[in-house]
């Protein structure tokens, strides 16, 4: 509920052509309301894994982030 927009961008690094181990990222940008954007990157060597691995860094900043404002 707090957020109020998220991104996700994913590319190729080394084009289908060349291939090559982690080679494709996703960026995950996310928009909390009140909050400064948070923004993550994560490479693997597939799209399932690269987002999985952006995904997982994305929640852990966002339940620390929110973590520190409810103790506050």
Known sequence: ERITRMDVRLS??????????????CVLDVRLSGLQPIIVTDRGATVD?????AVGKMRNLIESRLGKLEER
């Open 12 to 25: 190729d690094e080394n084009s289908p052509a060349k291939g090559g181990p982690d080679d494709q990222q």
């Open 49 to 53: 894994l690269a987002v999985r691995g």
